[in-house]
């Protein structure tokens, strides 16, 4: 059974979800990432595969992934380390990234590598949902591979009913208006929107994302919803921590789940 | 014949479409149901036209170049864009989208620029309707380009610097699309060229067909046929192409010849040749052709032009040059730099450097003394003018 279903059924609740990107800070950091935050309590993980315009993401994502291309960092090497990061753990493993990476490589050979790998999720969010249909669904499909999909607070209800028809995974709530890094409090606002999808009813799991950065935030988000991402503030938390990315990681995830801890 | 409109989802032929994240659906498809409807109104026609005759000062003349022509051979026309208001075929489009943005209800316009023509003609359209405008502009074309940025200041224009990247047109369109995410409301996006999602590059090849729109008149009056032979015209994103091109997009009788920077040369590495450097990919939000990595990173271009460095090539011409509609001819920033001179002292006309590239392929073509040649002459040289005086110091004494 896929990890993410497995995931789901278990634990319905305070799923804390961390995103990383591959290669950073260094090039072989990806498997002490990954096998860290997993010991650490972290759920899911989801695996940025970095990319030169990634138009959707703030400095952060975007200074790391410009460090991680750098340092060397592309798909065929990632796929090793996601197979050797495979004989440590077991956490559902989620990739993220801009299709045009994926056009390149080939469809058909990257779910084949990804789900070789032990790959159990994609997201592409630059790629649309006709084309995804058309091209994509049932290869992902077969592989049993679970695509996830974003939704906004300007997506309109019946939108948000298609796109959660085409999300084989957990949907991806964007907090709100904005490219990633962004970090404040949850606004009376965000929570009407949230209300709003929660009034909707639908069968998917679903995750918070952007601007979950810190316990409160996490807490927050997980009132709502199946439990929440985080992703800048965790690559804030590892820049310049080269030498130390395994104590750096496992701080950062206590200090989400467990307030006290500083 | 081959299919030159676009279909129901923004395809030429496979080029096209909309590959944007879900944080930009609702701005772009706000644009895509109304678009059409608006430009089709019979009020926002007449608001269109009044302002490109009286504001920009269109028609733009076609202009036989008697010495040029003698010298190649050929009757060449200049078709004169540089003349409009702000110096460049740029502001038909700004003209249009400001019409659009005001009838969408926006008080916030923003907007990338390369050379800065297209953000002088922004800035130019917010100062006349009265609205908010920010332009995003890489820092190296910032220190390039320091005429149009200080003309964009002295219009009320915010310049923000995009460090990302290559510091250029490419990172400045990132820096305006991540703008547009965070400002979903509010706020209209004046794309330049024919690239990014669908509609903008139908949107904006509607907007500049008015080059030639007049071209099919005006040859009529002064050859006694509405149409020429070729049609040159350079090509980064290829908004001045697209608009010279558009009447004669199923014409065969029409060659098209799109002018790409070559740089330093088409394999030196420092280029901006997509045409022949490019394969099949996904630029702010096209699929395209564009200049890429094996893994589907976008390599960094080079051009002198500030306007032609850019990694991509819209769909159109990636598509009208895929079905052998259009001819790619490339051009090196040296020859580019001659053409110039030679222009400026052969019809004392100073083109702008992009401008400059169409009228170096003139040297690449043949053609028949009988044959019509117009030049898309999309821009005035006046912001390029420390590029041609370093070049002019470097050329030996007559």
Redesign the interface.
């Known amino acids: 059974m896929n990890r993410l279903t497995k995931l789901f059924a278990a634990k319905p609740r305070d799923i804390l979800n961390v995103y990383f990107t591959a290669g950073f800070p260094t090039l072989d950091s990806t498997v002490a990432v990954i096998r860290n935050l997993a010991e650490a309590g972290a759920d899911l993980i989801e695996v940025g595969m970095p990319y030169s315009d990634p138009m959707a993401d703030g400095e952060t994502i975007q200074q790391s992934s410009m460090k991680a291309l750098q340092n060397g960092m592309n798909l065929k090497l990632l796929f090793e380390q996601l197979t050797e990061a495979r004989r440590h753990t077991q956490v559902p493993l989620v990739l993220m990234g801009y299709y045009n990476q994926v056009m390149q490589y080939g469809p058909e050979r990257f779910v084949a590598a990804a789900a070789a790998a032990g790959v159990d999720g994609l997201i592409l969010p630059d790629l649309p949902a006709y084309e995804y249909e058309r091209d994509f669904r049932e290869i992902a499909e077969a592989a049993d591979l679970q695509v996830s999909f974003l939704i906004t607070p300007q997506t309109p209800d019946e939108r948000i009913r298609q796109i959660a028809e085409s999300s084989t995974g957990f949907l991806y709530v964007v907090s709100s208006s904005s490219i990633t890094g962004g970090s404040s409090e949850i606004s009376d606002r965000q929570r009407a929107y949230f209300d709003r999808i929660a009034a909707l009813d639908l069968p998917n799991p679903k995750l918070i994302g952007f601007g979950i950065s810190d316990a409160a935030t996490f807490r927050t988000a997980c009132e709502y919803f199946n439990g929440a991402i985080i992703g800048s503030a965790f690559i804030r938390a590892l820049g310049g921590q080269e030498d130390r990315v395994g104590e750096a990681t496992q701080a950062f995830v206590k200090r989400i789940l467990e307030p006290s801890y500083s | 014949m081959i299919h030159t409109q676009i279909d129901e989802?923004g395809y030429y032929g496979r080029f096209g479409?909309?590959?944007?994240?879900?944080?930009?659906?609702?701005n772009v498809e706000e644009l895509r149901v109304n678009y059409l409807r608006m430009l089709e109104d019979p009020e926002f026609r007449r608001e269109f036209d009044l302002l490109l005759k009286d504001y920009v000062g269109r028609p733009s003349p076609l202009y036989y170049a008697d010495r040029l022509s003698q010298h190649y051979g050929a009757k060449v026309y200049l078709k004169r864009e540089d003349l409009n208001h702000t110096g460049a075929h740029k502001i038909n489009n700004t003209i249009g989208q400001i019409l659009l943005a005001e009838r969408l209800g926006k008080k916030r316009i923003i907007a990338e620029t390369g050379a800065g023509q297209h953000g002088v003609a922004t800035a130019t359209v917010c100062a006349l309707k009265g609205l908010q405008c920010i332009v995003y502009m890489g820092e190296v074309d910032i220190e390039r380009q320091a005429p149009n940025v200080a003309r964009m200041r002295m219009l009320g224009a915010e310049v923000r610097p995009a460090r990302?990247?290559s510091r250029t047109l490419?990172d400045a369109t990132?820096e305006a699309?991540?703008d547009w995410?965070?400002?979903?409301?509010d706020t209209h996006y004046i794309i330049g060229s024919v690239v990014g999602p669908h509609p903008y590059p139908d949107m904006v090849a509607r907007f500049q067909s008015v080059i030639s729109e007049e071209m099919k008149w005006q040859l009529a009056e002064k050859t006694g046929r509405d149409y020429p032979d070729a049609i040159v015209a350079c090509v980064g994103g290829g908004s001045n192409a697209a608009g010279a091109y558009y009447h004669y997009l199923n014409d065969e009788r029409v060659r098209l010849i799109a002018v790409e920077a070559a740089g330093l040369g088409v394999d030196s590495g420092e280029s901006a040749a997509t045409s022949q450097l490019g394969?099949?990919?996904?630029?702010?939000?096209s699929r395209t052709l564009l200049m890429?990595t094996?893994?589907?990173?976008?390599v960094e271009p080079y051009s002198i032009s500030a306007g032609l460095d850019y990694p991509g090539i819209g769909p159109l011409h990636a598509f009208l040059i895929d079905a052998k509609r259009a001819e790619a001819v490339s051009v090196t920033d040296d020859e580019a730099l001659a053409a110039s001179l030679f222009v400026a002292r052969q019809e004392g006309i100073i083109p702008a450097l992009e401008t400059a590239h169409a009228f170096a392929a003139l040297d690449h073509m043949s053609y028949g003394p009988e044959d019509v040649i117009v030049v898309c002459l999309s821009g005035r040289g006046d912001k390029d003018l420390a590029a041609f005086s370093a070049y002019l110091e470097s050329q030996p004494l007559p």
């Open positions: 989802r479409g909309a590959y944007i994240p879900e944080m930009l659906q609702a990302s990247g490419k990132n699309i991540r995410i965070n400002n979903p409301e394969t099949e990919g996904i630029i702010h939000g890429q094996e893994d589907g990173q976008i």
